[in-house]
């Protein structure tokens, strides 16, 4: 699958992640990460890391939960199978999803 499609997978599953909170609290959070962290929306997925850190600033403790969503939207969208548990963070649960797109091994 071309980096693109990824992307624009990744993203889908960003917004729908984040529309579980509503869709107005999702577009705070879009216009505060543009705002404060210097994250626009269609760049979080070539500045992940910085998301993942931006959502942790914001929610603490509950960022996890939305991390685990939207990893876990991800791996549907794109129909793979891939255990984001505990063991491993955001970042790596994502390079693990593209890791099995593209027909790699992924350790965990």
């Not at 990744?10 to 999702?26: F, H, I, R, W």
């Not at 600033?57 to 505990?86: H, M, Q, T």
Request: include cysteine; charge should be negative; hydrophobic fraction near 35%.
């Amino acid at each position: 699958m071309p980096t693109d499609n990824f992307s624009r997978m990744l993203l889908s599953a960003v917004e729908e992640g984040l529309s579980t909170l509503g869709d107005s609290p999702k577009q705070a959070i879009l216009y505060h990460l543009e705002a404060h962290f210097k994250i626009k929306k269609d760049n979080i997925p070539t500045n992940l890391t910085e998301f993942a850190k931006a959502l942790e600033k914001i929610f603490g403790p509950g960022a996890d939960y939305l991390e685990k969503l939207i990893a876990k939207r991800l791996s549907e969208k794109l129909n793979v199978e891939c255990d984001c548990g505990e063991s491993i963070n955001f970042i790596e649960c994502v390079d693990n999803i593209k890791r099995i797109v593209k027909g790699e091994h992924v350790t965990t």
